[in-house]
């Protein structure tokens, strides 16, 4: 039995029997009153949505804390940067602070501003006018965004799908608002000597085997977090044909649609024939400009699916954070005259081929990335003692927690396993997998590199 079952099935008892002994009381028990045995620390039953949904049980992230980790460890695991956004969106934030109106709250659509320079700068990408009070939505990250649309749509037990590796927060985002997941692996076909995240692919018969009659979304992350991989024109097509034929809401996830390398072309599925009526974009301001903090993201769609989710956006957050919308807003007025992205991408490249490098010298094998800033890397051959005294958090866990916590501990840089990003019937795909992010400056990702050489003597 996993972890993961261990730790639902103990919370479930622990439910169950504060629910028995709650209800078996006669005359009703007050709240100062002790249970039969004594026990208060669990009064009242917590909702069933927190173990469906993964959230009570110890994830990746608490694991490979920092906390965790020797204190000189290189994270490389979670995907934040260790440098600043640009300082002149820096000081437009400054600016906002200073203004007493951007202090105070917005429109729960965003700030007209903000909503004007999505409209400008991304009408040309979309090949349409985007009306700014009906076709873009600001939210609290896109994170926060997702969740709106998913609360704006599922009924309970409406089945959504997601291509594994997911990202992590579709889960519990799903199963918090009643939705059913249903998992469809991308398949990896590394066996070329310098594979290339292009080669994970979907198997179209599969998926449309996992499609019943209460399917209602489809979740398409593109560039993928944690692949890496751009999703081409033919395969969006195809799940297009799909879409279409099963009447299924798009949510296309495109977070990572600024980074995106070596001339690969970034196809935005609302574009595809058909699919802008049923397709909502999820974007990001903390992506795009380094600045995940901040929590600005924005959502691209029709009318139809903007409503119903700025309806239940309204009623999460109301509205979004002022003044840094002001910044995010003043970054895309400015970032085509700077040639900001252009420049982005040129920079994460050669973060990427630094980092790429090491594992060249050690001899590991990892699937190219396309886009994003994370790269999967093949530590299947990574060969740790028997004996070594592995903490009780990653016992139970697949193998690629053993190699990370390995690696981390040892070589002094962390990641994060693969498995944690998939279904307990498909983990055994992401086993052999651990997830290094490169959003680090040079110097650190150099750092990270020597350390990966002392490696070596563990491979197989």
């Known amino acids: 039995m996993s972890l993961f079952a261990l730790v639902r099935n103990r919370f479930q008892a622990l439910s169950r029997t504060a629910v028995r002994l709650i209800s078996s009381s006669n005359p009703p028990m007050s709240l100062s009153q002790p249970l039969p045995n004594g026990d208060r620390s669990n009064l009242i039953p917590f909702s069933s949505r927190l173990l469906d949904g993964r959230a009570l049980a110890q994830d990746v992230w608490s694991i490979f804390n920092a906390a965790n980790l020797p204190p000189d460890c290189i994270n490389l695991g979670q995907g934040y940067m260790n440098f600043p956004p640009p300082s002149w969106i820096i ?13 105070h709250y917005s429109h729960p659509k965003g700030r007209v501003r903000l909503r004007q320079a999505i409209k400008n700068f991304y009408e040309a990408s979309f090949n ?12 609290s990250g896109a994170n926060e965004g997702q969740y709106s649309v998913f609360t704006a749509f599922l009924e309970q037990g409406d089945e959504v799908i997601m291509f594994e590796p997911f990202f992590d927060q579709y889960l519990p985002s799903v199963t918090f608002n009643g939705g059913k997941p249903v998992y469809v692996p991308l398949h990896p076909n590394l066996s070329e000597e310098k594979p290339n995240s292009s080669e994970w692919k979907i198997d179209f018969d599969e998926l449309r085997r996992s499609i019943t009659p209460r399917a209602k979304m489809i979740i398409i992350n593109t560039p993928h977090n944690p692949i890496g991989k751009v999703f081409t024109r033919e395969e969006l097509e195809q799940i297009a044909i799909i879409a279409e034929e099963f009447n299924l809401l798009v949510m296309a996830d495109e977070v990572y649609d600024c980074l995106v390398y070596d001339g690969k072309e970034h ?6 024939p058909g699919m802008w009526d049923r397709t909502v974009t999820v974007l990001s301001a903390g992506k795009a400009f380094a600045a995940t903090g901040w929590r600005v993201g924005w959502l691209i769609g029709p009318e139809s699916i903007i409503k119903p989710t700025l309806a239940a956006c309204t009623r999460i957050v109301f509205c979004s954070n002022s003044p840094l919308q002001e910044a995010a807003a003043s970054g895309l007025e400015e970032a085509r005259e700077r040639g900001f992205f252009e420049k982005q991408v ?11 490098s090491a594992f060249d010298t050690i001899g590991l094998k990892y699937s190219l990335p396309e886009g994003t800033y994370f790269v999967l890397v093949d530590v299947s051959g990574v060969k740790f003692p028997e004996n070594y005294p592995f903490p009780e958090s990653v016992q139970g866990r697949g193998k690629d927690f053993k190699a990370c916590w390995f690696i981390a501990m040892e070589i002094g840089v962390s990641s994060i396993p693969v498995s944690e990003f998939y279904c ?5 795909i992401g086993e052999s997998y651990a997830r290094f992010s490169f959003c680090k400056d040079v110097d650190t990702l150099g750092e990270a590199g020597e350390r990966l050489q002392a490696l070596k003597k563990y491979i197989i």
């Open 267 to 272: 196809v935005r599925f609302a574009n595809l």
């Open 346 to 356: 040129a920079e994460y490249e050669e973060r990427r081929n630094v980092l790429l």
């Open 128 to 139: 349409r006018s985007l009306d700014i009070e009906t076709e873009i939505l600001v939210t």
């Open 424 to 428: 307990e019937e498909h983990c055994n």
């Open 91 to 103: 000081q437009a934030a400054d600016k906002a602070l200073n203004e007493t109106l951007a202090n």
